[in-house]
């Protein structure tokens, strides 16, 4: 699994569109025989809001007014009838996040998501959770629970993340990354586009995935959802050529990734959509609402893989 460094991605990234896109294309089949299916996941909240972070683009951090209700841990009677209900809708995995800086092994609170996972993963679903910070011996415990994956997104290029968050650094993410691998659990790690960075941030991103060794299992690619109160509820929509060309280059970069459409799914046509399953986008969170945000209806989005001809994924092995 190469490296790439920013010039190298910058020569993919700006290829004449049609180029990249066969590119991301031919990367895809070349390393994913099941190239028609789609991976459904499924994103609960399992602690919405009073975040100490101060993530820019974020509606559960409690140093923005965005309206965002702080709630209490849930508990594995809250999490498993959700579960449940995703599995039978044809999700394979299922996602829950947790809005703190992170977490130690010895608070009570990690606990319940360990029996939480437990529970899920006895469903027969791949179970992800995103906690924030976490250190080996938490990722070892989540492990012998049954997760699958652990979700930590670098968001942005490392020059570019200062001006995103300020209570935690770059670096920060990376350790928790570092840790997460050591154990031999599989990573989700990826970002947000449309935050006010440059090419070479988003780029930046890219590269820094590239050096996780290895590669990160799924990497979702998020675009802004302004949220009202958080400063930067006044950004311009992401340009959907950019996307298709992130998610194009995000393919050839890290060929065995699955590259997961994420946030600002719902404001994509389906055209835009059509474009970035072509170009090697092969997982989506599904459902109506992501964390907090707004996501496409499920009827939709199964119409929409029926039209292309695509289908979701079974679950394997
Ligand atoms: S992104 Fe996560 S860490 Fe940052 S403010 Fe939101 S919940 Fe907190």
């Not at 659990?185 to 586009?193: E, F, K, P, Y």
Request: net charge negative; glycine share 10%.
């Amino acid at each position: 699994m190469p490296n790439f460094s920013v010039d190298e991605i910058r020569a993919i990234y700006r290829l004449p569109l049609f180029e990249l896109l066969q590119k991301g294309r031919e990367t895809f089949l070349r390393n994913w025989p099941e190239h028609d299916e789609v991976q459904l996941c499924k994103l609960m909240s399992i602690k919405t809001g009073g975040c100490s972070e101060d993530c820019g683009y974020c509606a559960q951090s409690a140093h923005f007014k965005t309206g965002t209700e702080p709630g209490k841990l849930l508990g594995v009677k809250d999490v498993l009838p959700v579960a449940e209900d995703a599995k039978q809708q044809g999700a394979t995995r299922f996602c829950m996040g947790a809005a703190w800086k992170g977490i130690r092994e010895d608070d009570p609170r990690f606990g319940t998501v360990v029996e939480i996972v437990r529970a899920v993963a006895g469903l027969g679903l791949e179970v992800c959770v995103t906690l924030g910070q976490i250190g080996e011996e938490a990722a070892q415990k989540l492990k012998d629970a049954g997760l699958t994956s652990y979700n930590h997104n670098l968001d942005t290029g490392s020059s570019y993340y200062s001006s995103v968050v300020t209570t935690h650094k770059f670096e920060d993410r990376v350790r928790t990354l570092r840790a997460v691998q050591s154990v031999g659990l599989a990573l989700c790690c990826g970002g947000i586009i449309g935050m006010g960075e440059g090419e070479d941030d988003r780029l930046g991103l890219l590269a820094s995935l590239t050096e996780l060794y290895p590669h990160p299992e799924s990497v979702p690619i998020n675009c802004l959802v302004p949220i009202p109160g958080t400063p930067m509820e006044n950004s311009s929509p992401v340009d959907v050529f950019d996307l298709v060309r992130m998610v194009a280059t995000a393919r050839v970069v890290l060929p065995l990734s699955k590259i997961r459409l994420a946030a600002g799914r719902s404001r994509l046509s389906k055209e835009a959509q059509a474009l970035c399953f072509f170009a090697g986008a092969n997982s989506v969170f599904y459902g109506d609402k992501l964390l907090t945000t707004p996501n496409s209806a499920e009827n939709e989005d199964r119409a929409l893989l029926a039209a292309l001809g695509l289908k979701p994924q079974i679950p394997h092995g």
